[in-house]
């Protein structure tokens, strides 16, 4: 059974870094997972932020990200270590920030109801 377990979430400053993590037990067996990071801010819509395929490391970004956000994956044991790295936060980065996970690969679009698990999501709060 696949779980998903976000940590790191927490107030940060505008300009500052901070990285929120994933672990994912379920799937260290098998490499043909894509993981992705969505966020959702209250009153807007979810939207996919970051996503990596575990087999090949290919990664994506939404364009409101790029440049700022790194994803990056591990393993520990039986457990795959999902990161996400934040610099350069703004306002527009508040959000609850949800770990989600696919079997197979990343397909062409990058959008919510494809993933199949789906972690209970970490707070990130944007100071100015």
């Known amino acids: 059974q696949v779980k998903l377990v976000e940590s790191g979430g927490g107030s940060v400053q505008a300009g500052g870094s901070h990285r929120l993590s994933c672990a994912a037990s379920?799937?260290?067996?098998?490499?043909?997972?894509?993981m992705a990071w969505f966020r959702q801010a209250p009153g807007k819509a979810r939207e996919g932020v970051a996503r990596?395929?575990?087999?090949?490391?290919?990664?994506?970004?939404a364009d409101s990200v790029k440049g700022r956000f790194t994803i990056s994956h591990d393993k520990v044991d039986d457990t795959n270590i999902v990161l996400l790295q934040m610099n350069g936060l703004k306002a527009e980065d508040a959000a609850m920030y949800y770990c989600?996970?696919?079997?197979?690969?990343?397909?062409?679009?990058?959008?919510?109801?494809?993933?199949?698990?789906w972690g209970q999501g970490t707070q990130v709060t944007v100071s100015s």
């Open positions: 379920g799937v260290a067996g098998s490499r043909n997972y894509c």
């Open positions: 990596i395929f575990i087999g090949n490391d290919y990664d994506s970004y």
């Open positions: 989600a996970a696919m079997r197979g690969g990343c397909l062409m679009r990058f959008a919510g109801p494809d993933f199949d698990y």
